[in-house]
């Protein structure tokens, strides 16, 4: 038996000797940071050893400073612990986003009157039932649906009983003196309620994303939604990239159960969270809706898949499916709650990006329009006259800070926003603290202004003080600098940043930047084409994903990120699969839409497309 | 400047048209196919591999630089093989089973190329068998592999077991790249080398056959 003592709250648990930390950390309820999932590859599940320190494995000396090496940092995925130890996570390497967040708001019923019917799937219709006596003897059933058709006044004959429901019929209609709320959803009664509950009729929407998830409570009577929170994944210390995670349930025994439970969890605590804040009651939540990348898709329903990685790309199934709470293990929601999980077009196309159509409502656009999320994995839909296209090109993770010299996540302490001129520079730090690194935005930014005087060229390459164009001031030219070898820009000097380290972008950032932007672009390109259409084409341009939301446009056009159109052109919608799954939610008739355009989408498959390589090519300079 | 110097120039700046002309030139004044090879071609693209391993120059560039020298060497391989000057290694290459990115790799091809050797390029999705059929028909110095996936990564370690199996293990040097491969992972998995770059590939690989 080996001690852990986990600092700063002294907490103890006791493992097998050789157990790996890793593990006792995911066992401890703690979320390491990790991009491979516990390889020794990505070298982000940094921890440090206060007692018990260990000898540093290969991989550590490889990935770690000798600095950290001597001041006891370790990775938690390679160390083994034989002898008890004391062990400290940083904050810094616990994945970002712990807690749970609200999401802005928005009015759906506003918002979403125009382009849908509110249509939910769930009913709830209160009833007067007639008491029974002697000269009145139907059935306890019998007289509900009397009841109901009296109240409906239409033949509702098809509406079937589940047994569960008729063992608890008689005694519950007594207890309610025969006034009741019956629950009709899927076309079945499926819940009967004591007293008038009519107006306590809930559904919620969630969005499954590979980083975030994000759930919304609906009151399906107005189709407004009342609570909107998101939370971090907490599948993402098995990896930050959906092959991470495929690799996980492929290579580790249990792999596929441990990433099921992780995402229920997640799913459990949003839904905990929304009902204490909401005051609403478990059991009035009748029906839930699912959009999710299809590895989500599969992971959430216990479905292997790794035959969505390697080659043909298949996924199990690509239709909707509905089924009942209690057919997922321990999620917490009353057993007969129904789910519904929205279409998936693809192996790498989900409901997630389905629900974006629908929302944005492509599959009936007479103009073109063009829906581009921007994420690890960059997924890009083209709409003409309701046809339409769809690629996934995977970017890499370079615009959430990752892999960047001094990049970050968009938290607290990120540089989200800089403007430069030939003579000032300035930015803005997420909490108006001092800055820790640098973010997606902020990179996008900066990169900009430096291609727009000069700093950078349209090769990418970043000048030396030497090349540095005239007209640029000397407290700007100054920026322009040299670490252990290599050209940067210095953004924030080490006395006015909160870890004391220079803030800068080096040669090599810009090269990634290059690379995960000539991605994308290649993709958008590459679907134009196939649609014989050009740029200038396009209608409208919808930027869905947090991402989207926080870019400054403009820049992003001017590093080739997004095509060049109008401004006026552009939407932001946010969460569009969120929303789709709300509206999927609110009316039956979205359903049968998606139902019907899913095998109608054209997947174009960029890996073995002839032209990838030569747009890539094309796009990577600025 | 000379000849040779000028078209080492042309060759980084990616003037194809301009490199054909000067090795033309070049051979009329009585230089030999070889030494325009070794002093302008492969000196230039020798250039731009430094500067692209430190990050100076990028894929662009590279590949203009390329399609240069190939311009070049198409004047040149003619006269080569008549005097039968032979290349200075063999590589089998190709990115690894259910793996389908080849940019890197390609930009691989081009540095070894660049550098000297003949290439005998396997494309994407390379199934250990046919890397073992290659190793048969073309008899290389190296085999160099590539994978950008966590997933495919592992087909490596398959194909060496399998050169092993063959009994062919011994007769060539394993090189292998891509982004999530690690020196470590070279070690774990008995490859004779790992390069982080394609510049460093191209060193590499002529520092494997021992030539210099
Ligand atoms: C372009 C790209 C694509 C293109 C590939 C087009 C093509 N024809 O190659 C497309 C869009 C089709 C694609 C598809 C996929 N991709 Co991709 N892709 C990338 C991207 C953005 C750049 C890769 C690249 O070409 N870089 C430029 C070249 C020059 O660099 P390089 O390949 O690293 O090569 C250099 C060195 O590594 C070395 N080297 C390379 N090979 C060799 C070989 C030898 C022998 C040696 C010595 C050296 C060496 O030299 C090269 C030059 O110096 C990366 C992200 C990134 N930023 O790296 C993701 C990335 C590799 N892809 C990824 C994924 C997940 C996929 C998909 C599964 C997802 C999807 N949405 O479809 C599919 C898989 C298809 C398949 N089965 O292969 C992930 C991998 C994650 C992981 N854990 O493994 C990455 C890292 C992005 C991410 N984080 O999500 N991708
Ligand atoms: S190195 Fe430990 S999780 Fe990646």
């Known amino acids: 038996m080996v001690r852990v003592t986990f600092l700063p709250n002294n907490e103890n648990i006791e493992i097998a000797n050789g157990d ?32 018990g320190i260990t000898e540093p494995t290969v991989q550590e000396t490889e990935l770690l400073s000798p600095e950290e090496i001597k001041k006891g940092i370790r990775l938690a995925c390679q160390t083994r612990l034989y ?56 059935s306890d059933w019998g007289r509900i649906k009397e009841a109901l058709v009296r109240k409906k006044e239409k033949n509702l004959n098809y509406l079937q009983t589940p047994l569960p429901l008729l063992k608890k019929l008689p005694v519950l209609l007594r207890e309610a003196d025969f006034i009741v709320t ?29 980083t975030t998830v994000a759930g919304y409570l609906i009151d399906l009577k107005t189709g407004k939604e009342v609570s909107a929170l998101s939370k971090t994944n907490s599948q993402i210390s098995y990896g930050d990239n959906i092959i991470s995670r495929i690799d996980f349930t492929q290579n580790k025994e249990n792999g596929l159960a441990i990433l099921q439970k992780e995402i229920i969890n997640t799913i459990n605590e949003l839904i905990n969270e929304t009902i204490q804040n909401t005051g609403i009651s478990r059991d009035n939540i009748y029906e839930i809706t699912i959009a999710a990348n299809t590895c989500i ?44 999980m929205l279409p998936t077009i693809s192996a790498f ?53 990752i892999g960047i010299s001094c990049g970050m996540r968009a938290v607290e302490g990120a540089i989200d926003r800089v403007k430069l001129s030939k003579n000032t520079i300035n930015r803005h730090v997420i909490g108006n603290g001092n800055p820790k690194g640098i973010c997606g935005s902020g990179i996008i930014d900066l990169v900009s202004d430096m291609l727009r005087i000069g700093l950078i060229d349209k090769s990418g390459r970043l000048m030396t003080k030497k090349e540095c164009p005239s007209g640029i001031s000397e407290q700007i030219k100054n920026r322009l600098d040299i670490k252990s070898g290599e050209n940067i820009f210095l953004l924030v000097k080490e006395n006015e940043t909160e870890e004391g380290k220079e803030i800068y972008l080096s040669q090599k950032d810009i090269r990634e930047i290059q690379v ?60 569009a699969a969120g929303k789709g799954a709300e509206l999927a939610l609110c009316s039956r008739r979205i359903r049968e839409i998606g139902e019907g355009i ?25 | 400047m000379n000849n040779l110097e000028r078209i080492s120039e042309a060759l980084q700046k990616g003037e194809a048209e301009k490199i054909t002309e000067l090795v033309r030139l070049a051979l009329t004044e009585q230089r030999s196919p070889e030494e325009i090879l070794d002093n302008g071609l492969i000196e230039g693209m020798n250039i731009i591999g430094v500067k692209f391993k430190e990050h100076e120059i990028f894929l662009p560039e590279v590949l203009m630089a390329a399609r240069a020298m190939y311009a ?7 006269l080569l093989a008549q005097t039968g000057v032979k290349k200075i290694g063999k590589v089998v290459l190709g990115t690894v089973k259910g793996d389908l990115h080849d940019i890197g790799k390609n930009l691989v091809k081009m540095m070894l190329e660049g550098t000297g050797f003949e290439v005998f390029d396997l494309g994407v999705d390379v199934s250990a068998d046919k890397f073992i059929a290659a190793v048969r028909e073309h008899q290389p110095d190296i085999v160099a592999m590539s994978a950008l996936l966590t997933t495919t990564m592992v087909f490596m370690s398959e194909v060496i077991n399998s050169l092993q199996s063959a009994d062919l293990r011994k007769k060539v040097k394993v090189i292998i790249g891509g982004a999530p491969v690690t020196q470590h992972y070279a070690d774990q998995i008995g490859a004779d080398c790992y390069s982080p770059d394609a510049a460093t590939a191209a060193e590499d690989a002529k520092r494997l056959i021992k030539y210099s």
């Open chain 1, 182 to 210: 019956v629950v009709i959803c899927n076309g079945k009664i499926t819940a009967l309620e004591k007293g008038d509950t009519a107006d306590k009729v809930f559904g919620m929407a969630f969005d499954l994303g590979t």
């Open chain 1, 598 to 622: 899913y095998k109608d989408v054209k997947y174009v498959e960029l890996s073995t497309h002839p032209n990838f390589s030569k747009e890539f090519m094309e796009t990577i300079s600025f």
């Open chain 1, 83 to 138: 002898n008890n130890c004391t062990v400290e996570i940083l904050p810094e390497n616990r994945t970002g986003l712990q807690d749970i967040f609200p999401l802005n708001r928005v009015d759906n019923a506003k918002d979403f009157k125009s382009s849908f019917w509110l249509d939910a799937n769930v009913e709830k219709i209160f009833l007067t039932v007639d008491k029974p006596s002697l000269l009145d003897q139907r």
């Open chain 1, 297 to 340: 898709h599969h992971l959430f329903l216990g479905i292997i898949p790794i035959y969505l990685a390697s080659s043909p790309f298949l996924a199990a199934f690509n239709r909707g499916l509905s089924l009942k709470a209690k057919e997922i293990p321990a999620l917490y929601l009353s057993p007969e709650t129904n789910i519904y």
């Open chain 1, 516 to 575: 995960a932007k000539a991605a994308i672009a290649s993709g958008i390109k590459i679907l134009l084409r196939e649609a014989a259409l050009e740029t200038k084409d396009i209608g409208e341009l919808f930027l869905a994903g947090s991402f989207g939301n926080f870019i400054n446009i403009e820049n992003a056009i001017k590093i080739d990120l997004l095509p060049n159109i109008s401004l006026k052109r552009i939407s932001l919608v946010g969460n």
């Open chain 1, 20 to 51: 790996s930390l890793w593990e006792t950390i995911l066992k401890a309820g703690i979320r390491p940071n990790s991009i491979c999932g516990g390889k020794g590859i990505c070298g982000r599940c940094k921890v440090l050893l206060k007692e």
């Open chain 1, 349 to 401: 196309i989900g409901s997630d990006v389905l629900a974006g159509i629908l929302f944005n409502g492509m599959n009936d656009r007479e103009e073109i329009t063009l829906l581009i999320d921007l994420g690890t994995n960059g997924e890009v839909i083209l709409s003409k006259n309701g046809e339409l296209w769809a690629c996934s090109t995977a970017a890499g993770p370079a615009f959430e800070g």
């Open chain 2, 72 to 78: 070049g060497l198409d004047v040149l391989n003619p």
